[in-house]
């Protein structure tokens, strides 16, 4: 089974700044998945990325397969960026089950 | 398009009564799948199938049945409720089973089941 360890569990930033959280998992994976959850409850699919570097607006997703860990930044953050985002992993025996961080709590204040 | 659309929003049962969770999705979706989320804990797979007429168990499948008799629908089945079955449910599909291309998830806005 796959450990998937995020850090920070929890980050505040102004308006503004830079976001970096992490995501390191524990055994081989064939793709990676970076999710955000609104208070409220809906989940988003940010990303899916088995290499290399994607980037959708504001949001940057990175992940070195060496070294089992993946980044997800967020340019000129926003206080609608505050959510809670989540990382899962596939792979690690089993292609079809995911598993997931615990997510990293991310309030943006103005 | 609808998406992934789950049913109910929010369900109170006492323990040992019956219910399903239903899921349906429109996209012609291959993969579909159960989670329940707890606090703490984060996303837990219960149940996925990777097309019509196959299932098979995640990480939490204890006290949870499902069936995929079409590509649209896989429903959950609480077959005996447990307080330690309160939680909240998501259901989410993908194109194709895992991986392949951008093979992102869909999920449904989730059930928020007590059992008291």
């Known amino acids: 089974k796959n450990e998937v360890e995020q850090s920070p569990q929890n980050l505040t930033a102004q308006e503004g700044e830079f976001i970096t959280i992490n995501c390191s998992y524990s055994?081989?994976?064939?793709?990676l998945h970076w999710l955000q959850q609104h208070p409220g409850g809906g989940i988003v699919s940010l990303f899916m990325l088995s290499s290399g570097k994607k980037k959708h607006g504001r949001l940057i997703a990175t992940i070195n397969i060496q070294e089992k860990h993946s980044s997800l930044h967020i340019t000129a953050s926003h206080p609608r960026d505050s959510a809670v985002y989540i990382c899962?992993?596939?792979?690690?025996?089993?292609?079809?089950?995911?598993?997931f961080g615990k997510g990293t709590l991310l309030t943006v204040n103005p | 398009n609808a998406g992934v659309t789950q049913t109910p929003k929010f369900q109170v049962l006492k323990t040992g009564q019956s219910m399903t969770l239903q899921c349906a999705q429109d996209?012609?979706?291959?993969?579909m799948s159960w989670y329940r989320q707890d606090p703490g804990m984060g996303l837990r797979l219960i149940h996925y199938?990777?097309?019509?007429?196959?299932?098979d168990q995640g990480e939490v499948p204890n006290g949870y049945n499902v069936s995929r008799s079409t590509t649209e629908d896989f429903p959950l089945r609480l077959l005996s409720a447990a307080p330690s079955q309160t939680s909240v449910y998501f259901c989410?599909?993908?194109?194709?089973?895992?991986?392949?291309?951008?093979?992102?998830?869909?999920f449904g806005a989730g059930s928020r089941l007590t059992v008291l």
């Open positions: 055994v081989g994976i064939s793709a």
């Open positions: 899962a992993v596939n792979g690690g025996g089993s292609n079809y089950k995911l598993t």
């Open positions: 989410a599909s993908s194109y194709k089973a895992f991986p392949s291309g951008a093979n992102v998830l869909t």
């Open positions: 199938s990777v097309g019509a007429g196959i299932t």
């Open positions: 996209m012609n979706h291959e993969y």
